[in-house]
């Protein structure tokens, strides 16, 4: 007998999942499609679906999505009863008599009718914010191609996100929050977005678990590159609340950048003095574990300072102190930056003059030049009449590092303007001034001035040391016999640049009430500046009506003097044409230029008085 063969079972052949070229074959999202939610969102995440999923999307779902999203969960009651198919009410048959039985709807039958329907509702919804969140999901991962994102920008992508925006679902929130941060970045939408007015619908959010403010605040993040919308911002009251994040560590970061883009605008930088911003952001720095502080937040602490009253509550508590010995310990220079953003406010330089001696001895210890430049900068704003600074610079031996640093392109352009905004602090007092001119230090700053005469605020501050020695009786006659000041003082007189010709106007009006000598040449020159266009027009006139009665002069006879028109004027001056009118007005001038002690308008100076507030 043969043994039992063993039997051996039939291969089953695996099913196969089918093509997806099936899915333009008149499967669409409208009809009863086979294919689930989950296997679309695994094809839109892969590339190369896209442009397959494009024909089938961008049409049929851009389609679908619209109505769906018109729809309102707020729905009345109406509403509700039209969804529910008629629940609500029951039709009479044609022998139905009209009793008063009938009349009265039963309460407890309505209340089962609408908790019924209320149900009903609820989980159409449901089923909608599901289908919603795959159809913006599907959107999203195709929107990785510019061209389809311009078609669904045209189909109004933009308003529909923002429809959605009143939904209560949470995963939808988070994805259409997403969908609208990716599409931020192009300027079209932001346009469409703040004309939606998108700002006055994310406070809401904000107040919602912690995923989703996360990337709401990275949504306002990419609009708030937008001043309208910044605006928009402060409006609604997103201020104090941004400021509350400050302390989250998960939010921290994208705070910070945010702020830091409100508080480029002057208007809204006053706003932050009525929030807890200043300290909380003042002490993170203060408690910084590292060596550099953190670059987004200082560089809000350096915008805030610019403001009065910010920079008031920044030194508050002896937080001047701890900034300082911060600064010196890590030479961090963004904390000397904002510290010398602080100093710019004439209210608050009395609290700097403890630091004076520490900031004077870097000069001569620290090499970092970027360093050097904001400590610099920082004595240069300390004009007080209190303070000695020959005694400064002597105590600390700067003439030499200052004779140094003024010779042409030894050191950064950045530097030697520092220096030279510190000589015309320094040239304030009287023996300071006279210190200067003994160390030839004028003569350097001459030749500083010839090298950078293209640099309008290299000679503008240079000019303005000139103004302040020549105030002083005892220096000013070694600036206008010692030095060729008064030539070049002359030259720049005619300069394009506003404010070194109004700084240069002031220099020579001193210079003519102490020299007779330059008075004449500084009248006439004068003259001719303020009537050029008229010399100019005399002269060729002149020469053409000579060409014509006399013929083409000769080379010898046309090679006049050039100062021929200023020894005329010169006679004309010292004929006893000058009347005592003149001669007052000269006075008038001498007070002025004698009285003006301010330092003239440049690119470090602003205007940095409260402005009022966003209305």
């Known amino acids: ?176 929050v997403t969908f609208l941060k990716k599409l931020a970045i192009v300027r079209d939408n932001k346009d469409e977005m703040c004309e939606l007015n998108i700002v006055e619908k994310l406070p809401r959010l904000l107040q919602s678990q912690k995923d989703l403010v996360q990337m709401t605040l990275k949504l306002l993040f990419n609009l708030s590159f937008d001043a309208r919308l910044r605006a928009k911002m402060i409006r609604v009251g997103l201020l104090p609340k941004l400021v509350t994040f400050l302390s989250d560590d998960k939010h921290h970061g994208i705070v910070t950048k945010i ?180 160390a030839d230090v004028m003569l350097s700053l001459i030749e500083l001035l010839k090298a950078k005469q293209e640099d309008d605020e290299m000679v503008l501050q240079i000019v303005f040391v000139f103004q302040q020695v020549l105030r002083h009786e005892s220096t000013r006659c070694y600036m206008i016999k010692e030095t060729e000041s008064p030539a070049y003082l002359i030259d720049l007189m005619h300069d394009k640049n506003a404010e070194i010709r109004k700084v240069c106007d002031l220099c020579l009006d001193i210079i003519a009430i102490t020299d007779s000598e330059w008075a004449s040449r500084i009248t006439v020159e004068k003259f001719r500046n303020h009537n050029s266009q008229w010399l100019s027009m005399v002269d060729s006139q002149e020469s053409v009506d000579d060409i014509q009665t006399y013929g083409p002069m000769e080379d010898d006879e046309s090679d006049l003097n050039a100062y021929l028109t200023s020894d005329y004027l010169d006679q004309l001056y010292h004929s006893g044409a000058e009347s005592n009118d003149d001669a007052d007005s000269n006075k008038n001038r001498s007070g002025s230029a004698m009285s003006n002690y301010s330092r003239p308008v440049s690119r470090y100076s602003r205007n940095l008085d409260d402005l009022e507030t966003v209305a």
């Open 1 to 176: 007998m043969e043994p039992p063969r063993r039997r051996i079972p039939e291969l089953k052949q695996r099913p196969k999942s089918g093509n997806w070229g099936s899915f333009h074959a008149g499967v669409g999202l409208q009809g009863n499609t086979a294919i689930s939610a989950s296997l679309i969102k695994a094809h839109s995440m892969n590339n190369s679906y896209h442009e397959a999923l494009s024909y089938e999307s961008v049409g049929s779902t851009g389609g679908t999505v619209a109505p769906l999203s018109n729809i309102s969960t707020n729905a009345s009651t109406d509403s509700l009863s039209g969804l529910s198919g008629g629940t609500a009410s029951t039709p009479q048959t044609p022998g139905s008599t009209d009793g008063g039985a009938m009349d009265r709807p039963d309460p407890r039958k309505q209340k089962d009718d609408y908790d019924k329907i209320n149900k009903q509702f609820k989980l159409f919804a449901r089923k909608q914010e599901q289908l919603l969140r795959v159809a913006f999901y599907l959107l999203l991962n195709i929107a990785e191609n510019v061209k389809l994102e311009e078609k669904m920008r045209k189909k109004h992508i933009v308003r529909m996100l923002l429809k959605a925006l009143e939904r209560q679902n949470f995963d939808l929130l988070v994805l259409v």
């Open 259 to 438: 702020l830091y883009h409100m508080s480029l605008d002057d208007k809204i930088k006053s706003m932050f003095t009525y929030t807890d911003c200043v300290p909380v952001v003042v002490d993170l720095l203060l408690l910084n574990l590292n060596q550099r502080s953190d670059p987004d937040l200082i560089a809000l602490g350096i915008n805030l300072a610019l403001n009065r009253r910010n920079a008031a509550m920044m030194i508050e508590n002896n937080r001047l102190h701890n900034l300082m010995s911060r600064a010196f310990k890590c030479q961090d220079t963004m904390i000397m930056k904002m510290i010398r953003n602080i100093s710019v406010h004439d209210t608050l330089r009395m609290h700097f003059v403890d630091f004076v001696g520490d900031l004077a001895k870097i000069l001569i210890d620290c090499g970092d030049e970027e360093f050097t430049v904001e400590c610099l900068g920082i004595l240069g704003n300390l004009a007080l009449a209190d303070l000695d600074y020959s005694q400064i610079i002597h105590n600390f031996n700067l003439i030499p590092l200052i004779r140094n640093m003024l010779v042409p392109g030894k050191y950064k352009d950045d530097l030697v303007l520092e220096m030279v905004v510190f000589l015309g602090t320094c040239a304030t007092d009287e023996s300071c001034a006279m210190l200067l001119c003994k």
